[in-house]
T-cell receptor, first 112, second 112 residues
Framework: DQQVKQNSPSLSVQEGRISILNCDYT??????FLWYKKYPAEGPTFLIS???IKDKNEDGRFTVFLNKSAKHLSLHIVPSQPGDSAVYFC???????????WGAGTKLIIKP | DVKVTQSSRYLVKRTGEKVFLECVQD?????MFWYRQDPGLGLRLIYF???????EKGDIPEGYSVSREKKERFSLILESASTNQTSMYLC???????????FGQGTRLTVV
């Protein structure tokens, strides 16, 4: 049973436009969420995180929104650039738990 | 910059062989993790360690063991490699419970 779901395996966006990646979760105990980016043949790199006490966190072109009532978070990338083409994973953790629960990933393709 | 280094980028092993995957981090992080990544399944935690000589099972520990004799080094051992252990293996480290994890470049293991 997947506790963290990324329902879109892939997403194609025009360069310069907004990319919106979505993530749903089922465990109401999750209180910390992270987004990672992964290029082929490399390990994931941390992008941005959000605690459940917030509903938005922004870092440059990246903004994460959290809707706790809907158990949904999204990552917005504005404007999208060719280097943003990668697989994006969302991950979640609960309380003092060490373990991150990961979604299956969404492959973002930025078209020129 | 945090550096997490995995000993091999690519490995090919035969069924039944004992396989060692090594991981070293240089930032004095307390926590270290081993994941495997398979298409459509995201990252799945095999084992993690929150201190020297301490280890905890993750979601899929069967067929694997780990060793952490020094703080900076975390080894994953496949006791008797099988074809269903063909995968991308990712090592990560983190400073605390609610901090981002830093990943190595990954080891693509093929068991034939």
């Amino acid at each position: 049973d997947q506790q963290v779901k990324q329902n879109s395996p892939s997403l194609s966006v025009q360069e310069g436009r907004i990319s919106i990646l979505n993530c749903d979760y089922t465990n109401s105990m999750f209180d910390y969420f992270l987004w990672y980016k992964k290029y082929p043949a490399e390990g994931p790199t941390f992008l941005i995180s959000i605690s459940s006490i917030k509903d938005k966190n922004e870092d440059g072109r990246f903004t994460v929104f959290l809707n706790k009532s809907a158990k949904h978070l999204s990552l917005h990338i504005v404007p999208s650039q060719p280097g943003d083409s990668a697989v994006y994973f969302c991950a979640a953790s609960a309380g003092s738990n060490y373990q991150l629960i990961w979604g299956a990933g969404t492959k973002l393709i930025i078209k020129p | 910059d945090v550096k997490v280094t995995q000993s091999s980028r690519y490995l090919v092993k035969r069924t039944g062989e004992k396989v060692f995957l090594e991981c070293v981090q240089d930032m004095d992080h307390e926590n270290m993790f081993w994941y495997r990544q398979d298409p459509g399944l995201g990252l799945r935690l095999i084992y993690f360690s929150y201190d020297v000589k301490m280890k905890e099972k993750g979601d899929i520990p069967e067929g694997y063991s780990v060793s952490r004799e020094k703080k900076e080094r975390f080894s994953l051992i496949l006791e008797s490699a099988s074809t269903n252990q063909t995968s991308m293996y990712l090592c990560a480290s983190s400073l605390g419970k609610r901090t981002e994890a830093f990943f190595g470049q990954g080891t693509r293991l093929t068991v034939v």
